[in-house]
T-cell receptor, first 114, second 111 residues
Framework: EAQVTQNPRYLITVTGKKLTVTCSQN?????MSWYRQDPGLGLRQIYY???????DKGDVPEGYKVSRKEKRNFPLILESPSPNQTSLYFC?????????????FGAGSRLTVL | LAKTTQPISMDSYEGQEVNITCSHN???????ITWYQQFPSQGPRFIIQ???TKVTNEVASLFIPADRKSSTLSLPRVSLSDTAVYYC????????????FGAGTRLFVKA
């Protein structure tokens, strides 16, 4: 089944403890992206990647890092999480031919930073 | 990137047709219009995409006037399960990799 898989789905952590949210897709998509969703603010783009070793900032990149060493994986790294990074995170991918606007999303990762 | 404006919320009853309009005055020549549906705590799901005139698939229709400054998502005969948030996005089909989701339209379908 074609899908985007995120892990963990739920995580409670403490301020300053580094964590990684993994994202993997099995559709051979070139484009991958991370979003966060907060009540009343909709979906905001954190980082995106057009292909292996090519990443760029979205609208809210502060406090996050990403890497794209393999086509299928696009992990989101929080080096020193803070409470304002408590949010619902979504990873998404799309084929290059459809640009950024026909996205397949993962099920989401709910992160709480205490 | 073209900014989009949608109504914040809409109410409807089961069996009715629902039309959600999105305004995108600064749409560029290469931009496509794409709609997504999102249920609570789930990732958005692609519904339909179009460039001009009318597009129809098994779940919705998309109407785009000649000036392309707005578009209307039409959901025929909605059911309770269509209660969700609907997002309108405007961007290039190739390239244009920064994606902006607006606040979306929260549709509530009542029995």
């Amino acid at each position: 089944e074609a899908q985007v898989t995120q892990n963990p789905r739920y995580l409670i952590t403490v301020t300053g403890k580094k964590l990684t949210v993994t994202c993997s897709q099995n559709m051979n998509h070139e484009y991958m992206s991370w979003y966060r969703q907060d009540p009343g603010l909709g979906l905001r783009q954190i980082y995106y990647s057009m292909n292996v070793e090519v990443t760029d900032k979205g609208d809210v990149p502060e406090g996050y890092k990403v890497s794209r060493k393999e086509k299928r994986n696009f992990p989101l790294i929080l080096e020193s999480p803070s409470p304002n990074q408590t949010s619902l995170y979504f990873c998404a991918s799309s084929p290059f031919s459809s640009g950024a606007n026909v996205l397949t999303f993962g099920a989401g990762s709910r992160l709480t930073v205490l | 990137l073209a900014k989009t404006t949608q109504p914040i919320s809409m109410d409807s009853y089961e069996g009715q047709e629902v039309n959600i309009t999105c305004s995108h005055n600064n749409i560029a020549t290469n931009d496509y219009i794409t709609w997504y549906q999102q249920f609570p705590s789930q990732g958005p799901r692609f519904i339909i995409q179009g460039y001009k005139t009318k597009v129809t698939n098994e779940v919705a229709s998309l109407f785009i006037p000649a000036d392309r400054k707005s578009s209307t998502l039409s959901l025929p005969r909605v059911s309770l399960s269509d209660t969700a948030v609907y997002y309108c996005l405007v961007g290039e089909r190739t390239g244009g990799f920064k994606t902006i989701f607006g606040a979306g339209t929260r549709l509530f379908v009542k029995a």
